[in-house]
């Protein structure tokens, strides 16, 4: 098994900066890729980045130029969010997973990012 805590989150004005936070724990080993969902009322859980042990990087277009992400080793990995808009108001939750096992999936527990106007 492997635990996520996730840190980072909150409230901010149109414009700023938030940096999200992820640490994975447990069997860490069966991980090969790490990055960040996230889920607005009333909506589907949306990819916003992902990164693979390979450096590979998918960002959804959405976020893409205010959006970075980074894994600093295969225990952690950042959610850099610059130039908030409201519209990226949402519950934000850290996931690891192995890409070659569809079983292999884990989510952390959650964390609030709220973007005022």
């Known amino acids: 098994q492997v635990q996520l805590v996730e840190s980072g989150g909150g409230l901010v004005q149109t414009g700023e900066s938030l940096r999200l936070s992820c640490a994975a724990s447990g069997t860490i080993f069966s991980i090969n890729a790490m990055g960040w969902y996230r889920q607005a009322t009333g909506k589907q859980r949306e990819l916003v980045a992902e990164v693979t042990s390979a450096g590979i990087t998918t960002i959804a277009d959405s976020v893409k130029g205010r959006f970075t992400i980074s894994r600093d080793n295969v225990k952690k990995v950042d959610l850099q969010m610059n130039s908030l808009k409201p519209e990226d108001t949402a519950v934000y939750y850290c996931?690891?997973?192995?890409?070659?096992?569809?079983?292999?999936?884990?989510w952390g527990q959650g964390t609030q990012v709220t973007v005022s106007s």
């Open positions: 996931n690891a997973r192995n890409i070659y096992v569809d079983s292999a999936i884990y």
